[in-house]
């Protein structure tokens, strides 16, 4: 694919990591952000929808107050409150250089795992692109406690960085385009720090578990790393969108992006465009329970996309309500779909293994034939 194609991204998520926000001592790198303005304000001006989605703002608070750790509890969170604000200082005043009004937007996970939360946000956001207005939008540090402690136990944490949040805005918003800015040139063959004969990967057609093993931990200041980089791309490319991670610290990179220079690493769309509520249940819900099923129920998902039976459920895991999305997986507890279950964790022990026809019997009422329905289950291979 063409570097091309990017001119005609129509609607784009842009994301700007904390290092490439502020320089190496901490302070904030202030010509690097009005060019950063400068570019989007340019694609806004040619009639094109801006996603801002930054970071920044724990790192301009901890700067702020001149501390040299976050780790003590509501640290972080008070940072995040500090640097925020000073971050939408300079948002503003750069925008409304180009008479573009901006939107402040904060969320959770709750908002991406609620169904009617996640479908207000998406009113909302669309109402504010209409208005050609760029949102700007971050976690909500100050209140969201799973961005700040990501091992919750048994809690598969929808987003603790960015990238994430970044990939499900693009999603939700069904964007052409999501562009990570950071402080690496892209995907490479090896680790480009510890092998100087590293190569940087210009395209990649699918993100497949090789592509995944390329992934490094996390970066110095920001949450993410290229795993949760590559996460993301796996994300949006599975829903028909395009992604770039690049260097955001090419000078005028995001110009340069939009005339076509070879910069970055570009993921592309594979050919599955998902449906909007296979996409939320798979990747926009906060996940608690599971359930095991066998060979026959897992063939039967993944290649004819079968409704999930009790006869093929194996094992419960967790406790869940009629209604949550659960993980699907098979005898070696590997995840391989999810879905929105018709029966709750006490009703599914019971009728574990049973025939259908046999659920009124045991529980003494059938809302279903399926513990899962067809149209309720995303496979995430
Ligand atoms: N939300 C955090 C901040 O604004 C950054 C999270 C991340 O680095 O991914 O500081």
């Known amino acids: 694919m063409l570097r091309e194609e990017f001119i005609n991204a129509k609607r784009i998520v842009i994301k700007l990591g904390t290092n490439v926000l502020r320089n190496a001592d901490g302070e904030v790198a202030i010509s690097r952000i009005y060019s950063f303005i400068e570019d989007m304000s340019k694609l806004v001006k040619q009639g ?9 703002a724990v790192g301009l608070g901890k700067k702020r107050l001149n501390l040299d750790s ?26 409304g250089i180009y008479d573009i009004p901006i939107a402040q937007i904060l969320l959770t996970e ?22 050609g207005v760029v949102p700007i939008i971050n976690q909500n540090d100050t209140v969201s406690t799973i961005a700040m402690n990501p091992l919750m136990a048994g809690m598969k944490v929808n987003f603790a960085d960015n990238d994430k949040l970044s990939a499900l805005v693009a999603s939700e918003l069904d964007a052409d385009l999501l562009i990570l800015l950071s402080d690496i040139n892209g995907l490479y063959t090896e ?20 592509i995944m093993a390329l992934g490094t931990d996390a970066s110095e200041g920001g949450r993410g790393g290229m795993r949760t980089k ?12 395009k992604v770039l991670i690049a260097n955001g610290k090419i000078p005028y990179v995001i110009n340069k992006i939009f005339e076509a220079e070879e910069i970055g690493t ?28 066998n ?37 070696n507890n590997v995840e391989f779909a999810r879905g929105m279950v018709n029966y709750n964790s006490q009703e599914c022990r019971k009728i574990v293994g049973s025939h259908s026809n046999n659920i009124e019997i045991i529980l003494g009422y059938k809302n279903y034939d399926a513990v899962i329905t067809r149209d309720n289950i995303t496979g995430l291979l």
């Open 191 to 210: 680790n480009p720090k510890t092998n100087p004969n590293a190569e940087l990967i210009r395209e990649v057609e699918c993100v497949t578990d090789e």
């Open 48 to 56: 094109k929808e801006v996603i801002l989605v930054t970071s920044g």
């Open 295 to 331: 060979e026959g129920a897992k063939k039967a998902i993944l290649e004819q996309c079968s409704s999930l039976l009790p006869i093929g459920i194996l094992n419960v895991v967790n406790d869940f309500n009629r209604g949550e999305v659960v993980s699907i997986m098979d005898e």
């Open 70 to 95: 976050t780790a003590e509890d509501g640290v972080k969170q008070a940072c995040a409150a500090i640097g925020q604000s000073k971050l939408m200082s300079f948002y503003e005043s750069g925008f």
């Open 266 to 293: 570009m993921f592309l769309p594979t050919s599955e465009n998902l449906p909007d509520k296979k996409r939320w249940i798979g990747y926009a819900t906060n996940i608690i329970g599971g359930l095991v099923v």
């Open 230 to 241: 590559l996460e993301a791309a796996k994300l949006v490319t599975r829903f028909g969108g």
């Open 110 to 131: 709750d908002d991406f795992s609620l169904r009617y939360r996640y479908l207000s946000l998406r009113t909302t956001l669309n109402k504010i692109l209409e208005f």
